[in-house]
């Protein structure tokens, strides 16, 4: 019997599979590859990169892990604050500048500062309440966090907006994977807090491409990762829990003292039959939003516009935001060297209506409009990929805090890891894999100090 089965080889999963390293543990993905939404891949100096892509510092789960696991990361340097719009590029300068640089009607700048100032006092009140209070625990901050005007959309809360204020919002408050009427008024005044910078947020790249992290803790777990092994089903016992799943065609079961539930919250919801009820209900409500990313490699040997930025919101165009991964590059090397690697993110609604494209012609699409927005960039691809994750990240949706007591509800011996736990996606996942396997832990030194326990180890059949 294994001490552990972790199910799910996510950032989740491989965050508490680090943890859990010296127990008797075993880790079962249905993909072919770990990682689930991080996915980079080396060229070179650079890498092409489809999902995540900044991270926590500072006192996080993430900078613990990275600094744990010898991931090296790097503030990431240059501006994340860029904007195309309009048929004008604004890459330096105030933020709440631009709407004044950009062309738009004298309606539109009023609609800008009133809105504006409306999210300003909101973002106000959010930074007062997200950081964690001292004696706190995470679990509590969430639920604040969480409460935070869940009780309707942010598109409820702005109100009609003219066109051209809407395209400006769009881009910062879809990063979630939700639409601004399907997103709650809270989660999208966070965002504008994470874009603003305030309280801190995400500001670290890993060195080489994210891939690094959850490629290095799978080959650290070596042959204890099993690939291409799709979990059909898990059932508790009296003191154990039996993981039925199925590996190159063939029927398998697995018994272990304990699961580390990581998968998203739709598997979840399926395969763990005998959860309690209303935890399999609360599951089975968490909604995931679709995203469509595409990673481009070029060739140019000169300096370009976007060399000192790092993110370009995008309103208007096929994609919402322009990400230039070879920034982190820039930012520390002495000469210029030839090449970049960028990537473009498509969420929500742009997501949605891509799905159903073949990858050459979104490639087009992204092409022509990152040619207006950078004239020329389209003759110096030398490699462009699409993925396209249907149920690509949980979003905040209102009334969501209703569900966050019955979701971190311990029971049992299956204990659930994910980003749909909390509302900081990565440093959610892994926070909440750190913490499954404590919990894991904890579990299986009791067990060892049971008296059924020692009467069946084989320390005591020697004896």
């Given amino acids: 019997m294994k001490d552990v089965v972790i199910v799910g080889?996510?950032?989740?999963?491989?965050?508490?599979?680090?943890?859990?390293?010296?127990?008797?543990?075993?880790?079962?993905?249905?993909?072919?590859?770990?990682?689930?939404?991080?996915?980079?891949e080396r060229r070179g100096p650079y890498w092409l990169n489809w999902g995540g892509h900044v991270y926590a510092g500072g006192n996080s789960s993430t900078a613990w892990l990275l600094g744990d696991t010898g991931v090296d990361s790097v503030a990431v340097p240059g501006s994340l604050t860029g904007l195309a719009m309009n048929g004008t590029l604004l890459l330096n300068g105030r933020v709440e500048g631009y709407p004044f640089r950009v062309p738009m009607s004298m309606s539109s700048r009023i609609g800008v500062l009133k809105s504006g100032a409306k999210v300003g006092l909101a973002v106000a009140k959010y930074a007062k309440i997200v950081g964690l209070r001292p004696g706190e625990d995470e679990a509590t901050r969430q639920q604040r966090v969480y409460d935070f005007m869940n009780d309707r959309s942010f598109a409820d809360f702005v109100g009609d907006l003219p066109e051209d204020v809407e395209a400006l919002f769009k881009p910062t408050v879809t990063r979630s994977s939700g639409d601004m009427d399907q997103i709650s008024a809270g989660a999208g005044v966070g965002y504008f807090s994470l874009v603003w910078g305030i309280g801190g947020g995400l500001t670290q790249s890993i060195v080489g491409g994210p891939s690094t992290l959850t490629g290095s803790i799978a080959a650290a777990l070596g042959d204890r990762v099993q690939l291409g092994a799709a979990v059909e089903e898990i059932v508790h016992k009296k003191n154990?829990?039996?993981?039925?799943?199925?590996?190159?065609?063939?029927?398998?079961?697995?018994?272990?003292?304990?699961?580390?539930?990581?998968?998203?919250?739709t598997v979840s919801h399926k395969i763990?039959?005998?959860?309690?009820?209303?935890?399999?209900?609360?599951?089975?409500?968490v909604k995931y939003g679709t995203h469509v990313s595409a990673a481009f490699l070029t060739n140019e040997t000169e300096r370009q516009v976007w060399d000192n930025s790092y993110a370009i919101a995008t309103p208007k165009r096929s994609f919402n935001v322009l990400l230039n991964m070879s920034n982190i590059v820039r930012g520390y090397e002495q000469e210029r060297q030839?090449?970049?690697?960028?990537?473009?993110?498509s969420p929500a609604s742009l997501g949605r209506s891509l799905l159903d494209r073949d990858d050459d012609e979104i490639i087009k699409t992204y092409l022509d409009d990152l040619d207006d927005i950078l004239p020329g960039f389209a003759d110096t691809v030398v490699e462009s990929q699409v993925h396209k994750f249907p149920t690509g990240a949980p979003y905040c949706?209102?009334?969501?805090?209703?569900?966050?007591?019955?979701?971190?509800?311990?029971?049992?011996?299956?204990?659930?890891?994910?980003?749909?736990?909390?509302?900081?996606?990565?440093?959610?996942?892994?926070?909440?894999?750190?913490?499954?396997?404590?919990?894991?832990?904890?579990?299986?030194?009791?067990?060892?100090?049971?008296?059924?326990?020692?009467?069946?180890?084989?320390?005591?059949?020697?004896?």
């Fill in 9 to 40: 080889g996510g950032i989740a999963g491989l965050a508490a599979g680090w943890r859990l390293r010296h127990w008797d543990t075993v880790l079962l993905e249905s993909d072919e590859r770990v990682g689930g939404r991080i996915r980079s």
């Fill in 240 to 265: 154990s829990v039996v993981v039925r799943y199925r590996q190159d065609g063939i029927e398998k079961e697995v018994e272990a003292r304990s699961v580390v539930l990581a998968t998203p919250a």
């Fill in 272 to 285: 763990a039959v005998d959860l309690d009820s209303d935890i399999r209900q609360a599951l089975s409500e």
């Fill in 338 to 345: 030839p090449g970049s690697s960028l990537m473009t993110f």
């Fill in 397 to 463: 949706f209102p009334g969501r805090a209703k569900l966050q007591p019955t979701l971190t509800r311990r029971g049992g011996r299956v204990f659930l890891a994910g980003d749909y736990l909390g509302s900081l996606y990565t440093e959610s996942a892994i926070g909440t894999g750190l913490t499954a396997a404590q919990e894991v832990q904890s579990l299986l030194a009791t067990d060892r100090q049971s008296p059924a326990h020692r009467l069946l180890s084989p320390v005591s059949a020697a004896n």
